[in-house]
């Protein structure tokens, strides 16, 4: 697993990090043997332990690489419960990691962070959430990343086909505000306790986000996130869709003021995000000519309210949220896995 | 005093496998065919089968359809291929 290889300066063992391969475009913090041994300990494994495996491709994942990974990423030692249980929602079949991780789509692996643990270890679910700042969102995230480069061979050009990209393939981890939240958080309503931390794991190829400064009902608000979810361009416009929504200040707060719930705010979205079967063809997002009943044909982008993941996250201030769409639900599920931390 | 390096990287576990035997001609044999569900893969292939018919008098014996493009072929799948085909040709890609 190791090797001595006679550097002695720091800057020139980060550049040999880089030489062989191993980081993804960033430096990185070259691990000792005290700071994998802490990783490890922190998650209460012993390095030879199998955390899952990719099937197709013969990878087993083991403890001792994921604590270098996250060494290497520059988490400290107690985000790499977290770090464990995102890789092991990887390998859960369900997640299906062939495709998101090496479609052409070129998907960020978005780990939402839920529970007592996101505001212990500092996982930022508050102003600029999704941007730079917060050492564990960016570490975790980006260990996650380097997982998949130098266990899973998910490198570019190779087993990661991205046409584009995106930058959240760096790191893209945030947590629920679970504080200031119309509804209960998104592990609450996928099983477990209030007081259980988990990590969800959701494959995205963007983030776009939707203004709306106006509104002061959910309809008006809502019929924004409808359209934005459902633009000509968007990967999964087909149907099987699994869209990510997540709402920030002001409009959560609307939502919380007017009393709907998850399941109104879902049902809105899926009978409003919608197009013509013309516009599609128009597009060439559906083949054929169009018929005169095209026009008046509607295509829903979503046939199941719970294939719309809603979730809260942001700075109080400002009248943005976010939809994130999905890689799609016919080729993978987004996974939540409970975060084992020693007792 | 110089320092360690850490290896992060993993390689595929070694598993032993069995080449299918190598067909002495191509005339007669029968395809399997595995559609991956994308746009356009089924009759793609189906098309590559009928030149390899005309060509070669090969038939379709067996189609599986993946659950997905994301997905492997499941297990039920490969056996039924073993026992029905000689070969088999999976697509398509983007």
């Known amino acids: 697993m190791s090797g001595d290889d006679g550097v002695s300066d720091p800057a020139a063992l980060i550049e040999a990090y880089f030489e062989r391969g191993w980081t993804d475009g960033l430096p990185v913090v070259p691990p000792t043997k005290t700071s994998i041994a802490a990783a490890l300990a922190a998650a209460g494994l012993n390095g030879d332990e199998v955390l899952g495996e990719i099937t197709g491709r013969n990878t087993l994942v083991t403890a001792d690489k994921v604590a270098i990974n996250a060494v290497l990423a520059g988490c400290r030692p107690e985000y790499v419960p977290v770090v464990v249980a995102a890789v092991r929602s990887l390998c859960h079949p369900d997640f299906a990691y062939h495709g998101p991780a090496s479609s052409t789509g070129g998907s960020a692996m978005v780990l939402i962070v839920n529970g007592p643990i996101a505001r212990r270890i500092g996982v930022n679910s508050g102003n600029n959430v999704f941007g730079q700042g917060t050492r564990a969102n960016a570490t975790i995230g980006r260990a996650v990343r380097l997982v998949m480069m130098n266990v899973m061979n998910t490198r570019p050009g190779l087993l990661d086909r991205a046409t584009l990209g995106n930058p959240g393939k760096y790191s893209f981890c945030f947590a629920e505000n679970e504080e200031a939240h119309p509804w209960e958080p998104l592990h609450v309503e996928r099983g477990y306790r209030r007081e259980q931390s988990t990590v969800t794991l959701y494959a995205s190829n963007s983030l776009y986000q939707v203004y709306n400064q ?3 009902a959910p309809e008006p608000l809502l019929r924004c996130f409808a359209d934005a979810l459902c633009n000509l361009g968007v990967s999964n416009v087909l149907g099987f869709s699994q869209s990510l929504v997540v709402f920030a200040g002001e409009h959560a707060e609307l939502l919380r003021e007017s009393g709907w719930s998850k399941r109104q705010v879902r049902q809105f979205l899926v009978e409003h995000a919608r197009r013509p079967v013309a516009d599609f063809k128009r597009a060439a997002r559906l083949p054929g000519a169009i018929a005169a009943a095209d026009e008046s044909t509607w295509r829903y982008l979503f046939d199941d309210p719970d294939d719309i993941a809603l979730v809260c996250a942001g700075g109080r201030a400002g009248s943005w949220s976010a939809c994130l769409p999905g890689w799609g639900k016919k080729w993978t599920r987004s996974v939540t896995t409970l975060i084992g931390e020693p007792a | 005093m110089s320092m360690e390096m850490f290896d992060p990287t993993a390689r595929p576990a070694a598993r032993t496998t069995v080449l299918a035997r190598r067909p002495a001609t191509l ?15 089924e009759p793609i292939l189906q098309r590559m089968a009928q030149h390899l018919g005309r060509r070669h008098g090969m038939t379709v014996a067996h189609l599986d359809r993946k659950r997905s493009a994301s997905h492997e072929v499941a297990e039920t799948a490969i056996e039924a291929f073993k026992r029905r085909v000689d070969f088999v040709v999976s697509g398509i890609g983007d």
């Open chain 1, 214 to 216: 106006l509104a002061r």
């Open chain 2, 27 to 41: 005339t007669g044999l029968r395809i399997g065919l595995v559609d991956n569900t994308k746009f356009n893969s």
